[in-house]
């Protein structure tokens, strides 16, 4: 590799001077874009970095329809995907596809689609952008000419360079496949290197060596042109890395990839939420406080439902313990394994948890914290248990008969089931996050609970207090 390919430009930052000119052009070049922002998110996280934006909580021609006529430039649809089998995956995205087609028919306008998919680059890649690419082409005619990959998330602490993604822990930065999310048994990996990681999950069909890569050195020097001959250099859906290490890195992107689409050029997005608050030309807000929070007179008390397996999120749970004003039951989540014992479970919890936020007690539901393994499993029954035991979460929420002040749910899976089923929303406000990388709903008034806020905790964002933090910052 030469200089400019190399990321020779690692050490270098933006200056205050360079930072105001990014801005500009990032303005500018998102004030000519035509083109709608449809984020299709596989779980609540992905409005980490956003905030007043729409979240569609289904992919009808009407909600669509809704989007497209809304005076922002970005909305999301959320898909909760990454809760599917392969097969409800592919199906829901031709039917996603098929909407998105008939949608910018019938309104005249463009789109451009970002699939936010990323957890530590979990969920089901490349199945997802594949399914869209082919229907999109064989109800437009149009082919898509490339396909970005931008899994950078500074709140999450992961970063790209050299072509490799990296995952903070506390002072260390730890290549991504050595960590505890490539051994997810659903969605595991084993390179860490993006273009390695592309052949892996293509199964070949596309090789590293065929992978483009936009280096570090090109965004610090601020090299619109350069990036911008890569991009309109791509065909056949071939693949771009994008590097970064900080949010501007992605701003500077953003700017050469507007000049791209202004060519002409056709590109799905596969990314984190830093990419998306880019491309949206979405402004810095301060985290929540309290009282922007908590809005309404009600003296119930709080729900905190945890799903996720994950050792950050057990952390995190323990820390949560050393609140005193707070009421833990632990669901046995074993149980699932015998028929209708979770459901006699959630009602055991459901009566306990009523009396308590009657009485102005906050309440935490968790599952146990030894995932369950099964001798000769498989991950498709993995993952349909996981969906088992996050549908009798959300009837901890779905069933109470007394209006907590605040919902918190935690992981992915458990956020959208939460939400989507537990809560009703149809169409969320992001209000913006009440901690880095930790989103907040308001809840519209068709929802089972309407105008509270529902904190939507990645399973793998934050450190040891985070979930403490936000709590105290609730109650």
């Known amino acids: 590799m030469n200089e400019k390919t190399a990321d020779a430009g690692i050490v270098l930052s933006y200056s205050q001077e360079m930072k105001d000119r990014i801005d500009s052009d990032l303005r500018d070049a998102s004030n000519k874009n035509k083109r ?146 490539a051994g997810d048994r659903t969605f595991g990996y084993n390179s860490s290197n993006l273009r390695e990681y592309i052949e892996e999950k293509t199964q070949g069909k596309f090789k590293a060596e065929s992978v483009l890569s936009v280096s570090l050195y090109l965004l610090r020097t601020m090299d619109y042109d350069a990036i911008c001959e890569i991009l309109t250099g791509v065909n056949g859906f071939n693949k771009i890395i994008v590097n970064a290490t900080c949010d501007y890195d992605v701003k500077v992107f953003a700017v050469a990839l507007f000049r791209a689409m202004e060519t002409g050029k056709r590109f799905m997005i596969r990314s984190a939420a830093a990419l998306v608050k880019a491309v949206g030309n979405i402004s810095d807000r301060p985290l929540l406080s309290h009282d922007e929070l908590i809005t309404k007179n009600n003296t119930g008390g709080g729900i905190i439902v945890v799903g996720s397996h994950t050792d950050k999120t057990t952390k995190q749970l323990k820390e949560l313990h050393r609140l005193s004003t707070i009421e833990f039951i632990e669901m046995d989540s074993d149980l699932v394994l015998k028929t209708g014992r979770l459901n006699e479970e959630c009602e055991r919890i459901v009566r306990e948890e009523d009396a308590m936020i009657r009485a102005g007690k906050t309440v935490c539901i968790s599952t146990k914290r030894k995932e369950l393994t099964l001798k000769d499993d498989t991950p498709e029954k993995s993952l349909m248990r996981s969906v088992e035991i996050s549908e009798a979460l959300q009837n901890c929420v779905g069933k109470l008969s007394s209006v907590p002040s605040f919902v918190v749910a935690k992981g992915g899976i458990t956020s959208s089931d939460v939400g989507t089923k537990a809560l009703g929303v149809k169409k969320a406000e992001v209000m913006g996050q009440i901690m880095p990388g930790v989103p907040v709903w308001k809840t519209d008034e068709g929802s089972k609970f309407p105008g509270i806020p529902y904190v939507i905790f990645p399973g793998n964002v934050g450190a040891d207090l985070t979930l403490r933090e936000a709590v105290e910052k609730l109650i």
């Open 36 to 181: 709608k922002v449809v984020v299709l998110d596989d779980d609540p996280t992905g409005i980490q970095t956003v905030h007043d934006v729409s979240v569609y909580t289904d992919w009808s021609e009407d909600s669509l329809t809704k989007g497209f006529e809304e005076d922002r430039n970005l909305f999301f649809i959320l898909t909760n995907s990454r809760s599917f089998t392969a097969e409800q995956t592919r199906k829901a995205h031709t039917e996603i596809a098929e909407n998105l087609i008939s949608v910018s028919h019938k309104t005249g306008v463009d789109f451009v689609l970002i699939s936010r998919g990323d957890s530590t680059l979990r969920g089901h890649y490349p199945l997802e952008t594949e399914t869209l690419e082919k229907m999109i082409q064989k109800k437009s005619g149009v082919a898509t000419d490339g396909e970005i990959l931008c899994p950078y998330f500074n709140e999450g602490g992961r970063y790209t360079f050299n072509d490799t993604h990296f995952v903070r822990y506390a002072e260390q930065l730890i290549p991504c496949a050595n960590t505890e999310f």
